[in-house]
């Protein structure tokens, strides 16, 4: 099961920015900027901590979210996908003339259940 899946748009788009750039990270910090936008970078160039939980892989990219952020999306799927306009971050894809957004949804009892297991 996964927690988080890209679109084929947005897959396009991060593998265009891994051939410029090498290696990659998505974020969402639900802070400054774009708020809750997801943001990628250059792996090395955000510092991540242990306040930053991984979700997953879209690409071959790490996605992190801040811990305080994924009290609030633990219960959901979530989808990078990818739209015209530009974001005010620091995104590698602003220059391209598009910024990446998330789609989501609730998660089904059984992803639930895997993801979210209460402890006994």
């Known amino acids: 099961m996964e927690r988080v899946a890209i679109t084929k748009q947005a897959a396009a788009v991060v593998n265009q920015l891994k051939e410029k750039h090498g290696d990659l ?20 160039d955000m510092y991540l901590d ?3 939980v991984l979700l997953g ?3 071959g990219v790490n996605f992190y979210m801040n811990q305080d952020q994924f009290a609030y999306w633990k219960h959901t799927h979530l989808t990078i996908d990818i739209t015209e306009g530009r974001g005010a ?6 220059p391209l003339g598009l910024r990446f957004i998330i789609k989501s949804r609730l998660l089904t009892q059984e992803e639930e259940n895997h993801f979210n297991k209460k402890q006994t």
């Not at 990270?25 to 090395?44: L, N, R």
């Open 25 to 44: 990270i998505f974020h969402q910090s639900g802070g400054c900027c774009d708020g809750s936008a997801p943001m990628i970078f250059e792996k090395g």
């Open 50 to 52: 242990e306040s930053d």
């Open 57 to 59: 892989q879209v690409e």
């Open 89 to 94: 971050s620091f995104s590698l894809e602003i």
